[in-house]
């Protein structure tokens, strides 16, 4: 079975995630909305700045 996310794309995430913990992962718009407390907001992070460069990330779900 190949795989949904690039394994670049699990190290944007990974680097979310450590970026969260040291506190300098911003939300918003050029990152003027502070800082992410959320996991979860973490994780979308990664995956979207990995879809800005191009890697191999599944489609954003479409809301219901």
């Known amino acids: 079975m190949a795989r949904k996310y ?7 995430v990974k680097s979310a995630m450590h970026r969260r913990k040291r506190g300098s992962l ?7 909305g502070g800082t992410v407390k959320s996991r ?7 995956l979207s700045e990995a ?10 779900r479409s809301s219901r």
């Open 6 to 12: 690039s394994r670049s794309a699990s190290k944007d």
């Open 26 to 32: 911003k939300r918003g718009k050029g990152g003027r």
């Open 40 to 46: 979860k907001q973490a994780i979308a992070i990664g």
């Open 51 to 60: 879809r800005r460069k191009g890697k191999k990330v599944p489609r954003k």
